[in-house]
């Protein structure tokens, strides 16, 4: 059943330089091999008229200096620091000035910031969801859209992962649980009139 590019956006999850670049401190081979899928997305969600939102995950160093428990850099070292080559969405992906992106602290993309209005605002009900990584940033961010009534779908073959057997439990969780997977070659857009 194709989109209504009315009320759905593609969201695009955290490809930035620091996850899918060789030289990123977080590089996964399998987030750089999407960024070509990613990029196919956006360019459809772009000509059918379809919203468009990126997001960034961005740390300041001194984040977490007085955490309680929640510390990214303790688990995963430092990486995508404010202001950094690392932060930076990937060149490939094309930025149009009517899409939105949201910079991002935590793995959840709706955490403390403007996503839920925006897309509220703009009458926004389904979320085609990609990016990386599937069961990090992809998969809080489809299990935050889905308990604020949103349709998060997540596209399985345009998401990045460190471990396949990662990217099949995102999946499988996000089916069962709250959301919807689909493929590209089945993500369709609805004529606007």
């Given at each position: 059943m194709p989109y209504d590019p009315d009320s759905t956006a593609l969201v695009v999850v955290d490809m930035q330089n620091g996850f899918c670049h060789p030289d990123g401190s977080l590089y996964a081979p399998a987030s750089e091999a999407a960024i070509d899928d990613v990029a196919a997305l956006v360019r459809r969600a772009h000509d059918a008229g379809a919203r468009v939102v990126y997001t960034r995950d961005v740390h300041p160093p001194e984040q977490f200096d007085d955490a309680h428990y929640y510390d990214e850099f303790e688990r995963w070292g430092?990486?995508?620091?404010?202001?950094?080559?690392?932060?930076?969405?990937?060149?490939?992906?094309?930025?149009?000035?009517?899409?939105?992106?949201?910079?991002?602290?935590?793995?959840?993309?709706?955490?403390?910031?403007?996503?839920?209005?925006?897309?509220?605002?703009r009458g926004i009900d389904d979320l085609l969801i990609c990016g990386t990584l599937a069961n990090v940033c992809v998969l809080h961010t489809a299990g935050s859209a889905g308990l604020r009534d949103y349709r998060p779908v997540l596209v399985e073959d345009a998401i990045g992962y460190i471990d396949e057997a990662d990217h099949e439990y995102a999946l499988d969780h996000a089916d069962w649980l709250f959301g919807e997977t689909t493929t590209r070659d089945a993500v369709g857009f609805r004529p606007t009139c």
């Open positions: 430092e990486h995508v620091l404010e202001g950094s080559w690392e932060a930076e969405l990937v060149d490939e992906l094309d930025v149009a000035p009517a899409d939105h992106v949201v910079e991002k602290h935590t793995y959840d993309a709706f955490h403390e910031t403007d996503l839920d209005g925006w897309l509220s605002a």
